[in-house]
């Protein structure tokens, strides 16, 4: 995470800004000091992202399994198959830091909070896990594929913490009309993703954490349905949700698999505050401080 503490990049991009209120007025950008800020990180990202750029040639010559996403960046550029700059590469890296991070991180410590405050969630998806896995050593991404109650954890999750709950801001190309108002030329844009994802006219109980919903809803997360946008959709959704998804479930499989959970001092799951903060993601509020205890497959 020293992309995101180091440079401060999350929060300075994220929260509140007044520059938001005001989109027109272009001076109130430079006067509230976050631009000069993102430009100055920028400037010291670019270089580290430059120098590492400068050391990797010959190293992407291998064409195995085991390519970094760096090393298929560099060989496509090399190759000429795609028009990739290095301003390109140095974009792409730095949207995978960016994006791959923070809202990872915070979906899984929402997925962990819900599950400690729903202690039959949490019984039923270790059940899952520890049946189908029968002791195994080593859980790989493979062994995810059957597991359907891990994947409807996940989804409900996403849908009652969404990371980005105003989705990314999107900029109007031409003047149009929606709902009866006139959208001027670069007007920025905001769509309430959390609102969509709890609106109870499509959602029973949508204040309450109820994986199965999705058992009888086979709804994807890839923005097929619009009462339900993790990713958003279109053209310009996440283009890394699968990826984003395989985030999740991976070592929350494992947290799940190799430990019992409980809040300390042996306070019940539904004292657990769900406070939240937001920046360029919704986090909790307070730390979420929890006991480990090593599952023992022998006597189980």
């Not at 085991?66 to 795609?82: C, I, M, N, T």
């Not at 729903?118 to 270790?126: E, G, I, S, T």
């Not at 809803?217 to 339900?228: A, D, R």
């Not at 984003?244 to 479930?249: K, L, M, R, S, T």
């Amino acid at each position: 995470m020293a992309y995101t503490t180091n440079f401060g990049t999350i929060s300075v991009s994220g929260g509140f800004d007044v520059a938001d209120v005001f989109p027109s007025k272009k001076i109130i950008h430079t006067l509230t000091g976050k631009r000069p800020k993102l430009e100055s990180i920028h400037k010291r990202l670019d270089k580290i992202l430059s120098d590492v750029i400068t050391e990797h040639p010959g190293q992407h010559a291998n064409t195995s399994d085991q390519e970094s996403l760096l090393d298929v960046l560099l060989r496509l550029q090399a190759s000429g198959e795609f028009k990739l700059s290095t301003k390109n590469v140095k974009a792409v890296t730095l949207d995978m830091f960016g994006g791959g991070t923070d809202t990872s991180s915070a979906t899984l410590e929402w997925a962990i909070s819900e599950l400690i405050k729903n202690p039959r969630v949490l019984k039923k998806a270790q059940a899952e896990l520890r049946d189908a896995l029968k002791g195994k050593e080593r859980i790989v991404e493979s062994d995810l594929h059957d597991l359907d109650y891990l994947k409807l954890i996940v989804r409900e999750t996403l849908r009652m913490h969404l990371p980005l709950p105003l989705l990314f801001p999107r900029e109007c190309r031409e003047a149009c009309k929606i709902g009866g108002y006139d959208i001027p030329l670069k007007t920025k844009l905001l769509v309430n993703g959390w609102a969509i994802n709890r609106d109870p006219a499509y959602w029973k109980d949508p204040d309450s954490f109820i994986p199965e919903r999705f058992s009888d809803n086979p709804t994807n997360v890839l923005g097929t349905e619009f009462e339900y946008l993790p990713f958003g959709a279109g053209r310009r959704m996440c283009p890394a949700a699968v990826l984003g998804i395989a985030n999740v479930e991976v070592p929350l499989a494992h947290m799940l698999y190799y430990f019992d959970w409980e809040l300390p001092n042996n306070k019940p799951g539904d004292e657990l505050d769900m406070d939240e903060v937001f920046g360029a993601s919704v986090q909790r509020k307070n730390e979420l401080y929890l006991v480990m205890k090593p599952y023992n497959f022998g006597k189980n």
